[in-house]
């Protein structure tokens, strides 16, 4: 069990750029899930992969926002023209199918824009 | 939909004190219950989990939660703090069925531990 990777750990860009982030999951887990934190919350969901489909997309995942996982392994989470309000920690955590399985988290993406 | 609360904040204590860090969730339907710890810059990791059966569960390192499911509370006890407990401490839930596999998280609680 290596732990859920991603990449980069911290990110500075300036308004309106795109950025891309990358999870790499737990070799044997089947879902992928990718959460956004801001300073003194706690996570908030974004969206949630069963392989490579994508389940469920909360609300907060504006139409600047896409993920995808293509072989159902790695995820990336790509943020087009960012604005202020996007700077977050991205975090994305992995679970095996079952409901009562329990999510591993990253270390997390810290996005910052300038 | 679900909700979780942690009315406290931050909470300073002593080393070798005691601390409860309070949680209570909010749902019209059965849920699972699970306390992640989070250190500066780093990821969740779970630290504990209530799943079904005895509603006192422990940890490995110390800590302890008991489910009430008439107060619908979750709360985190710890009989005697260490300065390495220092972290943010988050509760969530996560409903047993239904098509939504999220977790719902509290705004967390900082557990701050003194000399």
């Known amino acids: 069990d290596t732990g859920v990777s991603q990449n980069p750990r911290h990110k500075i860009t300036k308004r309106g750029q795109n950025v891309t982030f990358r999870c790499d999951p737990i070799?044997?887990?089947?879902?992928l899930y990718w959460y956004r934190q801001t300073l003194g919350q706690g996570p908030e969901f974004l969206t949630y992969?069963?392989?490579?489909?994508?389940?469920?997309k909360s609300r907060l995942l504006s139409d600047r926002f896409s993920a995808e996982r293509p072989k159902g392994s790695f995820s990336t989470l790509e943020i087009q023209r960012t604005e202020q309000g996007d700077s977050a920690m991205y975090l994305c955590?992995?679970?095996?199918?079952?409901?009562?399985?329990?999510?591993?988290f990253g270390d997390g993406t810290r996005l910052s824009i300038l | 939909a679900q909700s979780v609360t942690q009315l406290d904040s931050q909470v300073p204590v002593f080393e070798e004190a005691p601390v409860e860090l309070r949680c209570n969730y909010s749902?019209?339907?059965?849920?699972?219950l699970f306390w992640y710890v989070q250190y500066p810059n780093q990821g969740l990791q779970l630290l504990l989990k209530?799943?079904?059966?005895?509603?006192l569960v422990e940890s490995i390192n110390g800590f302890e939660a008991e489910f009430n499911k008439s107060q619908t509370s979750f709360h985190l006890r710890k009989p005697s703090v260490h300065i390495s407990d220092t972290a943010e401490y988050f509760c969530?839930?996560?409903?047993?069925?239904?098509?939504?596999?999220?977790?719902?998280f509290g705004s967390g609680t900082q557990l701050t531990v003194l000399p």
């Open positions: 209530y799943l079904s059966g005895s509603t």
């Open positions: 955590a992995s679970s095996l199918g079952r409901t009562d399985q329990p999510q591993h």
């Open positions: 070799s044997e887990h089947n879902r």
């Open positions: 992969f069963q392989n490579e489909a994508q389940l469920e």
């Open positions: 969530a839930v996560r409903v047993l069925s239904g098509s939504a596999r999220q977790l719902t």
């Open positions: 749902s019209s339907v059965s849920v699972y």
